[in-house]
């Protein structure tokens, strides 16, 4: 079983930062592809971002490439997304995800089945 907690959320005005983090407990995630993905009320949850297992690789979703960083420290159990230049449509609640399966990204990444935890979501407000 993983445990997945973000924090990090809260309120900006738009052009801001905020940095979201997600710690892991139960067992460690450094093996497995995490991702990060947001749900804006009245819509599907969207994939935002993924990093493999050793942080040499990680993909994004168009909207936020060149915005978003997802990062990594095994070491500590923790990923990261530091999200940059943050607009009103960024406005959502995020989710941290674990894909316990798998080491390397793929396309399937992009998608929620491969993930089999999940936290409970911290919420990101930006305003206009």
């Known amino acids: 079983q993983v445990q997945l907690v973000e924090s990090g959320g809260g309120l900006v005005q738009a052009g801001g930062s905020l940095r979201l983090s997600c710690a892991a407990s139960?067992?460690?995630?450094?093996?497995?592809?995490m991702g990060w993905f947001r749900q804006a009320p009245g819509k599907v949850r969207e994939f935002v971002a993924a990093?493999?297992?050793?942080?040499?690789?990680?993909m994004y979703e168009d909207p936020v490439k060149g915005r978003f960083t997802i990062s990594r420290d095994n070491a500590k159990n923790m990923v990261y997304l530091q999200m940059n230049s943050l607009k009103p449509e960024d406005t959502a609640v995020y989710y941290c995800?674990?894909?316990?399966?798998?080491?390397?990204?793929?396309?399937?990444?992009?998608?929620?089945?491969?993930?089999?935890?999940w936290g409970q979501g911290t919420q990101v407000i930006v305003s206009s």
């Open positions: 995800a674990a894909d316990v399966g798998r080491s390397y990204l793929t396309a399937d990444h992009r998608g929620r089945l491969l993930y089999a935890y």
């Open positions: 139960g067992r460690t995630v450094s093996s497995y592809v």
């Open positions: 990093i493999s297992s050793r942080g040499a690789g990680t």
